[in-house]
Structures are given as C-alpha cells and as structure tokens.
T-cell receptor, first 111, second 111 residues
C-alpha cells in the first residue's frame, strides 16, 4: 500500500509567520502535488513536482512556495501566512499520470 | 489549463434510489477521468476511473460514462446505501499529469 504522510493534522499559526507543511511518501513516486481544499471550491492545485528539484505552478501559487530536495519529500511553504490561507491542505503522489494517493491532510488555521 | 465543472453541488436521495453526478471539462487533450470519494474527516480515495478510449466502465453499483465529443462524464450510483454518503470529486487529466478537480458533490443518502 502506498503511504503518504503529512507532518501535522492540525496547525495554528499567526499572521505573518513562515509556515512549513511537509509531505512524505514511501513508494518512490516521481510526481507529488499540493492542493488546498475549501468548501464549495473543491481541490485546487497549488504546486506540483515531477522530480527532485523540479516544480511547477498550479492554479493558485501566490503566497506559496515549495521545495523538493529528496524524491520522497515535498514541502509547502507559506512565506508569510495570512488569514485567507486558512484551509485544509492535501498532499498527493502518483507514479503514473493517473491515480493520485492522498495524505491525511493538514488543517491550517491562521489567526 | 484544464477547467472542470461539477453538478450538482449537493444531492439528496432516498436509500435504494440512483444518484447521478455530472462533470464537464474544457481541455480536449484530457484523457484520464477519475472519481474520488471523500468521507467526513478522511482523505479522498479513488473509486473508479475511465480513460478516453473507453465510453463506459462499471464496477458493481457504480459506473462512469464518458462523452468525449461533448466533453462530459458522469458518475452513476445505483441502489444507494447510507454508506455512500460522502463528497464526490470528479477530475480530468491530460497526458502531462496536470490534474484538475471539480468543486465536489455532497451526496446524502437518507435511510
């Protein structure tokens, strides 16, 4: 079974803080993704990565950056957290350009 | 990029009835169309998918149909049960794995 883990299930941060969300997968998948999930908006793609040190912007990259130094780890960084970044963040991974396996999610609250 | 629209946003059916959720997509290059089910507090999980060379696929009580000409695809659940209650997401992905999700449908099956 593919295992995708995220560093925290719940996180509370203050406005202006730098926030790191980490995702780790154990299946040697090339592709990794970060989404945010908001009610009524579904899953929106923030960034994705095809390989180590490679990254591509998704639909809503503003205010976020990513890092992929190792194949199994994909980090999402909020440079200066704002209240409109309060959301559920989901990491996903896939080997093929097909089924995505999701992590459990991190519910981030920015106050 | 790809744009996926999903309808309805909420759907309530009586146990035993059928449920249909519809999605449209914009990128004619998309060739993979998965459906994910997300139960409350859990991660999205793939329930069925279809590729562009197939018009219909069935797995027990669930089926997916694809009309490439019209760029729409649908999820059909027959003989619904209370455990089918969840949020369902459709998605579309072109060959470069740039998957986009619909906004989700909250299905409620009343016993």
């Amino acid at each position: 079974d593919v295992k995708v883990t995220q560093s925290s299930r719940y996180l509370v941060k203050r406005t202006g803080e730098k926030v790191f969300l980490e995702c780790v997968q154990d299946m040697d998948h090339e592709n990794m993704f970060w989404y945010r999930q908001d009610p009524g908006l579904g899953l929106r793609l923030i960034y994705f990565s095809y390989d180590v040190k490679m990254k591509e912007k998704g639909d809503i990259p503003e205010g976020y950056s990513v890092s992929r130094e190792k194949k199994e780890r994909f980090s999402l960084i909020l440079e200066s957290a704002s209240t409109n970044q309060t959301s559920m963040y989901l990491c996903a991974t896939t080997r093929d350009p097909y089924e995505q396996y999701f992590g459990p999610g991190t519910r981030l609250t920015v106050t | 990029g790809e744009n996926v629209e999903q309808h309805p946003s909420t759907l309530s059916v009586q146990e035993g009835d059928s449920a249909v959720i519809k999605c449209t997509y914009s990128d004619s290059a998309s060739n993979y169309f998965p459906w994910y089910k997300q139960e409350l507090g859990k991660r999205p999980q793939l329930i069925i998918d279809i590729r562009s060379n197939v018009g219909e696929k069935k797995d027990q009580r669930i089926a997916v149909t694809l009309n490439k000409t019209a760029k729409h695809f649908s999820l059909h659940i027959t003989e619904t049960q209370p455990e089918d209650s969840a949020v369902y997401f459709c998605a579309a992905s072109p060959v470069n794995n740039d998957m986009r999700f619909g906004a989700g449908t909250r299905l409620t099956v009343k016993p």
